[in-house]
């Protein structure tokens, strides 16, 4: 879309975007998202521990959000919240691996975060070529284009001189700002003002261009399979809050086909709260 140099005549051959070739023995992958992580919300955290604990995936993808806030990679440096998460991150990767994409609130773990927690962090968006398909996965906030008072806010937050500047501040000084923000946020949900969805034909243009037929992404908090045009679809992963009732501590499991020569893949949605 922009005026490039030669290389921009070249016909697009590769998808634009980092693309994660599974290993051929992978077999199962877990997708979470918006488990909103924070102290004050201990069940969820259990029941997220417990999956971390317990899944027999070959990967987990962690599709954003997996922190209500995430405020610089030096809260590690102190015993806390933050730092046990990280430590049940690290313990899982010794058996999986492990993929973490920024969401809204958690954008600023960096590569200290990364490297503590045994995990890879990915590209929003990112291609994943499994089981003989390519799958697009994105948080979903770039792709809500109704809610551009966000958007804006995105491009300003995304921005390494803005990222340099708040993490610059003193701890203490960015706990304040970030809890001032998630007061902010909280009056705007309570307002009642629709949230935007994704917007379907830029979620097209964008598995066109990944040569993917599936999105999965988080985001929005709503739960779903759509069907777009042209054989194209999106699967919505859901938020987690283990004191909702019924429970939301949801798992999308894709797993390859078992037949030898087959391939494609199975999709399933399994409760996480639930002994496996
Ligand atoms: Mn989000």
Not at 116 to 123: D, E
Not at 186 to 209: F, I, Q
Not at 234 to 252: C, H, M, N, Q, Y
Request: hydrophobic content about 45%; overall charge negative; glycine content about 6%.
């Amino acid at each position: 879309m922009t005026a490039g140099g030669p290389r921009s005549m070249a016909p697009t051959v590769a998808p634009p975007w980092p693309v994660l070739q599974a290993p051929a023995h992978w077999r199962r992958l877990d997708f979470i998202s918006d488990l909103h992580l924070q102290a004050s919300e201990p069940a969820t955290f259990n029941a997220w521990q417990r999956f971390m604990q317990t899944t027999q995936a070959d990967a987990v993808f962690i599709l954003g959000d997996l922190f209500e806030v995430w405020v610089g990679d030096d809260v590690l440096a102190t015993p806390g919240f933050e730092a046990g998460c990280t430590q049940i991150l690290k313990a899982a990767s010794q058996r999986l691996s492990i993929f973490v994409m920024h969401g809204n609130r958690d954008f600023l773990m960096g590569a200290a975060f990364a490297q503590a927690g045994g995990l890879t962090l990915l590209n929003d968006p990112s291609v994943l070529n499994f089981a003989g398909q390519q799958w697009l996965l994105s948080h979903g906030d770039a792709l809500c284009l109704g809610d551009t008072d966000y958007l804006q806010f995105r491009a300003q937050v995304r921005s390494p001189e803005w990222q340099e500047d708040f993490l610059s501040l003193p701890l203490a000084k960015r706990q304040q700002m970030a809890q001032d923000m998630r007061r902010q946020s909280e009056t705007h949900k309570r307002s009642g003002v629709p949230y935007a969805d994704l917007d379907e034909p830029m979620t097209c243009h964008w598995l066109n261009l990944a040569q993917a037929s599936t999105l999965i992404h988080g985001h929005t908090h709503k739960p779903a399979d759509h069907q777009m045009t042209a054989g194209l679809r999106r699967i919505v992963l859901s938020d987690w809050d283990a004191t909702a009732t019924p429970p939301r501590a949801e798992v999308l499991r894709l797993s390859a086909a078992v037949a030898a020569k087959a391939e494609g893949s199975t999709i399933q949605r399994l409760r996480a709260t639930r002994a496996e």
